[in-house]
């Protein structure tokens, strides 16, 4: 009998995740089936519990539902928890599970895919919201020199940076306070790339061979722009989906697929 999985969002037409899903499955031999469904701003919970009663496996959860999936989840994993998101669920007799791969998909991002290694790095992440939240802890974990986290309104990049103090050398603030700092690694998690804007960073911020990530892709966004015209490298957030995705995968499936081929396969289409 075939499994079924989802992504739930608003919008969701948009999703590579059936098409993702869809090569995961033939590569690994696994009998699934995963549709993009539309759930409505106010019934999120209602459509979920209506995909497990009709036999769903699990599913993943985008914008604008991650925090409500978090709430929805009868026992979530421990980056679920210090992320307070949830894009991962995976059903079973006890429950719902409820996890976060964001975090895990942009380290296999950076680390394997580009070859940059984060441990003794100086890094900043721009944002203080979701997306933010859900890479701080895999960021830590990987020991960097520092974290840095700036944010337009300085009071929720510090109040991010408090959450995880104690898990490793985390600062928050302002854009202005990145004066005259320079970073070996920035991220970029903040919605200004949806609409064609820039953070305001200070232009010394790269160092030489710096990696600049946009976790949008498809376009080619202001940031990645500025981070050429400084002599960095630019890369988007492609690979960060394919890898968050895999991560997914093996929870449900308890197999790893390979992802090289899958962000090959979307970057020709």
């Known amino acids: 009998m075939t499994d079924r999985y989802a992504v739930f969002g608003h919008p969701i037409a948009h ?13 690994t031999g696994q009998d699934l089936s995963y549709v993009a469904l539309l759930a409505p701003l106010d019934g999120f919970a209602e459509c979920v519990a209506a995909f497990r009663a009709g036999g769903g496996a699990g599913a993943n959860v985008t914008v604008p539902f991650k925090e409500q999936a978090h709430a929805l989840a009868d026992r979530r994993s421990e980056r679920a928890e210090a992320a307070g998101a949830v894009n991962t669920l995976r059903f ?3 429950g719902i599970l409820g996890d976060n791969t964001d975090g895990v998909g942009l380290v296999n991002d950076l680390e394997g895919n580009l070859g940059v290694p ?16 859900g890479v701080v802890l895999p960021l830590l974990e990987r020991c960097p020199a520092r974290l840095a986290i700036a944010n337009r309104t300085a009071a929720r ?11 490793g ?20 998690a903040t919605a200004a790339s949806l609409a064609g804007e820039l953070p305001p960073l200070p232009a010394e911020v790269f160092t030489d061979g710096a990696l600049a990530y946009d976790m949008m892709y498809g376009r080619d966004t202001p940031f990645l722009a500025l981070a050429r015209r400084a002599g960095a490298r630019a890369a988007d957030g492609l690979g960060m989906l394919v890898e968050q995705a895999a991560e997914a995968f093996a929870l449900w499936r308890g197999v790893r697929p390979r992802t090289a081929p899958v962000i090959a396969m979307l970057r020709e289409a």
């Open 92 to 94: 079973d007799a006890v």
């Open 15 to 27: 999703s590579k995740s059936p098409a993702i899903h869809a090569e995961f499955a033939r590569q």
């Open 157 to 167: 990049a510090e109040e991010l940076a408090a959450r995880f103090a104690s898990r």
């Open 169 to 188: 050398p985390v600062t928050g603030g302002g854009y202005d306070a990145l004066k005259g700092e320079r970073f070996d690694v920035l991220i970029n």
């Open 118 to 133: 984060l441990a003794g790095r100086r890094i900043l992440l721009m944002g203080a919201g979701g997306a933010a939240r």
